[in-house]
């Protein structure tokens, strides 16, 4: 086992889409996702599957005027990457945020498949 091994390739495209996301720039977003990407609610719902669906499920959400993810920290092995967020969003509700656990396998520099588990959101009082 090599303690050395670089994981940087892996936590590029994770840390390029969260920056995307912010900005709420959609085709910077899609440039981190593979064609065929699958995007799942934790454990195995899939939500969206290839890039189109994904892109057309963050259209909507980057209308949303409070939209954004803070990383709170950062784990790679391999070509695993699971990043712990707290996002900020704009629920039916009302503004709030939410615990986020996501988990991203990158296959040739892009994120291949996406599990996220969210918390229960906390509404801005």
Same mark, same amino acid.
Do not use: A, I, V
């Given at each position: 086992m090599n303690a050395n091994v670089d994981t940087s390739d892996a936590t590029r495209p994770v840390q390029g889409q969260l920056e995307a996301y912010n900005a709420r720039d959609i085709d910077a977003f899609m440039r981190f996702w593979a064609d065929d990407c699958q995007y799942y609610a934790f454990p195995d719902q899939l939500l969206a599957n290839g890039a189109a669906e994904i892109r057309a499920r963050h259209i909507v959400r980057f209308q949303e005027p409070d939209l954004q993810g803070k !990383? !709170?920290?950062r784990m790679a092995v391999g070509t695993m990457v699971v990043d712990q967020e707290t996002v900020t969003r704009t629920f039916p509700e009302g503004p709030g945020e939410v615990d986020v656990l996501a988990i991203y396998e990158i296959n040739n520099g892009k994120i291949a498949k996406a599990?996220?588990?969210?918390?229960?959101p906390r509404l801005f009082v």
């Open positions: !990383l !709170l920290k599990w996220f588990k969210m918390g229960e």
